[in-house]
């Protein structure tokens, strides 16, 4: 198991992302063809070979992935021991009173006894940070026995809570505020704060709270990093050299969700019936820019890639010719979407490189206010892919 410092993993992230920016950054689904399929030409056919099978393996086992590009590209192979995190141990909890999930859908009700079972009892007040209809807050204040106050901006979700937390007689507390404009000092000093899934600019604002606060004690998983004011992310760590734009933070988000078989082949139509517009549009356009085309409603991969085109052609307005051979266009779409489904997998080696380097850059700042600071993953990915856990005290 890596237990590297913190600050050492970050530096070591935050170079390898840079000097491999060239491999990470292009997107196949915009830029046919990215530099590095030059630079590595092995390595783009035999990305262009997998078949549907291996395709699927890779796409849905990163380790087995980055195994694989290592052996082409070897800087890739320090990837492993710069992005493993330990799990969680079990915490001695009393049994979870099984009422308790009523109303939560099973994959979150996992999710939070996850973390409940990962998480020691701070012993003090607990503040849960944009906790929705504070399920995660309702947890660990019958299990504990600590008061909870629920931050969350949302009027129905904030009734719907507090009417549970009523109905169970609960120490539970519910306010109304956006933690983004409203002063919640108050709520933050002498608690332990937890957040469960805060997206973006949430968790960013409450890795600041923390400081300002003197917060005694935290535990905080994050998600959607791209969420967020600025189109640009502001590292904590101003020493760190990666410029990350949010369209690029996107990728530690990018997941190969693993869908039913009739699901994937509607996946791959849409793909590809908008690289086939795409090239159309390049083609009759006379330029070789990607188009960037809106969301497309899913009634229009109903009738056919050429009416599908029309409408498009007509909402993005690209006059089409009369002559189009529509079979011809149609076979280039779906080279196109076999080709980038493969290319891109070079891209997702780095989706957990670029989530730990974030994470880290959040560590080591709370370390440099005199945090210490842990970091686990406190389930499978299979449970959710935001798994990981920054926990913290004073
Ligand atoms: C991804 S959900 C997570 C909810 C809950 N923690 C959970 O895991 O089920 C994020 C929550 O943050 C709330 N939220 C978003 N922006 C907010 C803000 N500025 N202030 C307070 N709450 C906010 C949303 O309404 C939503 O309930």
Redesign the pocket.
């Given at each position: 198991m890596n237990r590297m410092p913190h600050h050492t993993r970050l530096k070591q992230l935050d170079a390898l992302l840079v000097e491999t920016q060239s491999l990470w950054q292009p997107q196949p689904f915009k830029k046919a063809r990215p530099e590095w399929c030059n630079l590595y030409p092995k390595l783009n056919q035999a990305l262009l070979d997998l078949d549907e099978s291996s395709l699927a393996h890779y796409a849905a086992n990163n380790e087995a992935l980055i195994t694989f590009i290592s052996s082409y590209i070897p800087q890739l192979a320090e990837i492993p021991s710069l992005i493993e995190l330990p799990a969680t141990t079990q915490k001695q909890q009393r049994e979870i009173d099984s009422r308790l999930n009523a109303g939560i859908p099973g994959r979150?009700w996992q999710q939070i006894t996850s973390l409940y079972q990962s998480i020691e009892n701070p012993g003090c007040a607990i503040t849960e940070w944009?906790?929705?209809k504070g399920?995660?807050g309702r947890l660990l204040c019958k299990q504990w026995q600590q008061p909870v106050t629920t931050?969350?901006?949302?009027q129905s979700?904030v009734e719907a809570g507090a009417a549970l937390a009523e109905k169970y007689q609960l120490k539970q507390q519910f306010k109304k505020?956006?933690?983004?404009n409203a002063p919640v000092v108050k709520q933050l000093s002498n608690h332990h704060t937890i957040a469960?899934?805060?997206?973006g600019d949430?968790h960013r604002e409450l890795i600041r709270q923390i400081i300002d606060t003197k917060m005694p004690s935290f535990s905080i998983v994050p998600?959607c990093y791209h969420l967020g004011r600025e189109n640009n992310y502001t590292v904590f760590n101003p020493d760190l050299k990666l410029n990350l734009s949010r369209e690029e933070l996107r990728l530690a988000v990018n997941e190969t969700v693993t869908a039913h078989s009739h699901e994937i082949q509607k996946r791959d139509q849409d793909m590809a019936w908008k690289l086939g517009f795409q090239q159309i549009w390049q083609e009759l356009s006379g330029s070789s820019d990607y188009h960037c085309i809106k969301p497309v409603t899913k009634t229009w991969l109903k009738d056919g890639f050429k009416s599908y085109c029309q409408k498009l052609s007509q909402r993005e307005q690209l006059p089409l010719t009369d002559d189009m051979d529509w079979d011809y266009w149609e076979n280039r779409a779906y080279q196109r979407q076999h080709d980038v489904m493969r290319l891109q997998l070079l891209r997702q080696c780095f989706k957990r490189v670029l989530e730990v380097w974030l994470i880290m850059d959040m560590a080591v700042y709370l370390e440099s206010h005199a945090y210490s600071v842990d970091i686990h993953q406190f389930c499978e990915r299979s449970l959710t892919p935001r798994n990981i856990l920054i926990e913290g005290k004073i």
């Open positions: 979150k944009c906790g929705g399920y995660l931050l969350e901006y949302q979700l505020v956006d933690v983004l469960l899934h805060a997206c949430l998600c």
